[in-house]
Antibody, heavy 115, light 113 residues
Framework: QVQLQESSPGLVKPSETLSLTCTVS????????WSWIRQPPGKGLEWIGY???????NYNPSLKGRVTISLDMSKNQFSLKLSSVTAADTAIYYC?????????WGQGTLVTVSS | DFVMTQSPDSLAVSLGERATINCKSS????????????LAWYQQKPGQPPKLLLN???TRQSGVPDRFSGSGSGTDFTLTISSLQAEDVAVYYC?????????FGQGTKLEIK
């Protein structure tokens, strides 16, 4: 059973870059798509983007080119970078396996953007 | 983008009664070549990540009680809980995986009356 765990940067300053890593256990990154999704406190879900094990990516245009998702096959990890963050980027960030539907999900990590 | 609109935003149902949540997509999520609807339903309890309940609009995941069912095709879908249990209190989301950017409904909060 695949399990995912997000790293926890916690607090990021406005205009800086948010960086998160997701560690996949119980299975290989190879052969699958992997996504990042976020959820502002008390609000709904927003898909950020995915990466295929080959390195191909697809990002949500709503994030206006601020997103980069990469992977490290040797560590069975994939990562998210979101640049030029503002308070609107404060959210719980989830990593997940993306088979079309999204399952399973990591537990999520709250990232707060504040000076 | 596909806009997913759920109704109602919140719902209170008595224990043992039926709960019905609707999801409407701004465009069809039915892929005609395989006759599959690219729609999923999730349940999210407080402090937890979403949990996949159904994919392909009506295929229940392993371990999901059979009181949960999904129906619909094209642009209109329904999640039904046939007999509400206390543990079903949660927010429910629909999700289209037909075309990126993949989008979710705004969520329906289900409570006990």
């Amino acid at each position: 059973q695949v399990q995912l765990q997000e790293s926890s940067p916690g607090l990021v300053k406005p205009s800086e870059t948010l960086s998160l890593t997701c560690t996949v256990s119980g299975g290989s990154i190879s052969g699958s798509y992997w996504s990042w999704i976020r959820q502002p406190p008390g609000k709904g879900l927003e898909w950020i983007g995915y990466i295929y094990f080959s390195g191909n990516t697809n990002y949500n245009p709503s994030l206006k080119g601020r997103v980069t998702i990469s992977l490290d096959m040797s560590k069975n990890q994939f990562s998210l970078k979101l640049s030029s963050v503002t308070a609107a980027d404060t959210a719980i960030y989830y990593c997940a396996k993306h088979e079309g539907w999204i399952d399973p999900w990591g537990q999520g990590t709250l990232v707060t953007v504040s000076s | 983008d596909f806009v997913m609109t759920q109704s109602p935003d919140s719902l209170a149902v008595s224990l043992g009664e039926r709960a019905t949540i609707n999801c409407k997509s701004s465009q069809s999520v039915l892929f005609t070549s395989n006759n599959k609807n690219y729609l999923a339903w999730y349940q999210q309890k407080p402090g937890q990540p979403p949990k996949l309940l159904l994919n392909w609009a009506s295929t229940r995941q392993s371990g999901v009680p059979d009181r949960f069912s999904g129906s619909g095709s094209g642009t209109d879908f329904t999640l039904t809980i046939s007999s509400l249990q206390a543990e079903d209190v949660a927010v429910y989301y629909c999700h289209q995986y037909y075309s990126p950017p993949y989008t979710f409904g705004q969520g329906t909060k289900l409570e006990i009356k």
